[in-house]
């Protein structure tokens, strides 16, 4: 899939309540392994997912395919973004349409100005958004002032994109790229592993000022800590490539006293979808 | 038919030419048999074709050059960083005229600042430095080539400790040039040059610069060369540095461009102890081919190398990266280090590096590596998954590779703009 040119999508006003993201029966595989194999889920303007699961049971997977990441590749199903099929966009129009994806690794690259990289994503969404472009110095102040909803210090702006950086300043990074982007569909993948109890309230608060009645988040986690800086609408627990239940806040405090056996030993498929 | 026998006729006809323009006659000459013409069957010469040399037509070849444009003098000269003012220069621009002759921009013979005394000619005797630094003798084929160029050459005294700024710069627009200048530097003790050279060739031409320097006790050099030539230009550098003990010499060295480039640095630690820092950056683009032959030869012990070459090939281009090092018995405690990096964009360009480390000596660390590999899918989607196209992430990333040679740069060489233009700095917004 390749992009040319950037083409507006979907600039219609969002209502809170609106399907911002439908994914249905999803499955997809990366080197003929199949690890996705059926995943259907919904997510609403205004709302907070969480997506909980064991390792390998397809969280990531799920959160790279949304995206559009080239090494996998997707056999049957459909994801469709405000309505439109988002799996025919190549990466880059999805993210300039809105769609992000917080890494669980970001990834480190050398020689490439964090500054000039971040202003260079932040004017390719601008103008998607048909907003102008904003040149070096106006961005330079925006992302100044961006920073500080992760304290982020201005320092890290002259170094190369996360090279160097500690996990909790990666992390961080993410955050400043989500403010930069203010994408309609946040993914975050266990944006809270790596962080210290400070460094975690920083991004949580950032995730949560970031979180608008139009907007929706996604976090992949694992853990229940981030759930209480960030309560979620509803939380869903995935296992060999599907959701296998869904839940309120109260699913997730469950998961932690008693561990992913229970889901196993439970049925759940009367688990209400959102 | 070997590149010898196709370049005999024509190396007869270059040297009967350049006798004739030297006031010889061809019987005082050097004589084409008495030249060793490198073949693809030497092992320093296997990948480097030289047609694109040889293709220039040594009849109506010329030493006609332009005017360069310069950057604006307020960003070539440093100013106060508290007041703003620019500092008094100890900076000399000049450039090559068609007569061989430095001037500066004005057209003007130079006026040299406290520290800098030119050298009588009769001083300036070509090869006086190569010979100490090549035993052997046999000087490459660019130094060869301006040997027999008749051309006058530049010779420099250097002294003092406060840093004298010297920007060279060759601008070749007319086809055929063949242009051999010939730089001599006597670094006193404790002296300190930052030399510049910023060479352009829009044409088909043959640019060889050559230069020899001989750095006296402590005495620094920083060299930075930025070159550029059109896809039918060849660029041969030769270079010979002779360094005494706790002297630094750090090169840094941007070539793009060119049909055919071959830099050859040579570089002695007279009785070791001295400090050498080596950066390059090839970026071989089109059917450019761009050949980097370095030696450090370690005859004392304690001396000190950071060699760092990095080279992308995109298209047809070839990268061609030998880098020899030269520690002997005499050579302990020599810490040297050599790293070869390499991007390879397409199925069709090329890239050959080779560490040659040469250690007698057993009380050494010496080390070396050589990467190649393309762009990384994992950096590409990261960029992409921020909105950045997929032709500019790849471009940024190359910028990336790029950086870290470029740093090295002064900031002097980085405000041509021939420079940021070739190298998309800055990458453009649009995708």
Redesign the interface.
Known sequence: MTSTEITPFCETPIQPGDVLLAVENLHACVEENEILQGVSLQIRAGEIHALMGRNGSGKSTLSKVIAGHPAYTVTAGSIHYRGQDLLALSPEDRARSGVFLGFQYPVEIPGVSNLEFLRVSCNARRQNRGQEELDTFTFEDHVRETMAIVQMDPAFLERSVNEGFSGGEKKRNEILQMALLEPLVAILDETDSGLDIDALRIVANGVKKLALPTTATLLITHYQRLLDAIIPDFVHVMAEGRILRTGGKDLAMALEQRGYDWIDETDGSDTPQP | MSNATQSRPWLEALLQVLAQRAGHSATQWPSARDWCWPTRRSETWRFTDLRCLTQLDPVRLHTRTASPRWPDASILLPSDPVSGKQLPARHVFLQLDGRGHWLSPQGELPTWPRGLVPLPTEEIIPGQVAQTVIPSGTLPLGAQLNGVTPSPALGLQVSGPDPIHLELAIQVEQAQAWLAPHLLLVLQPGAHLCLSWHVVATAQAAVMPMVEARLGLAAQLEEATTAWGYPGATFLGSSFMDQSPRSIYRRTTVTWGWGLSRDEPFVRQSQGQAETCLHGLAVARGQSLLDTHSTVTFDGPGGHLRQRHQALADDRGHSVFNGRVVVPQVAQQTDASQLSRNLLLSTSARIDTKPQLEIVADNVQCNHGATISCLQ???L??????????D??SR??Q??????ILQQLPKTALAWPSLQRLLEI??P?Q?
């Open positions: 899918d994992d950096e989607f990261y960029l992409q998954s921020r909105g950045i196209g997929r500019q992430a940024l990333l910028r990336g590779f790029c950086e870290e800055p990458v917004d995708p």
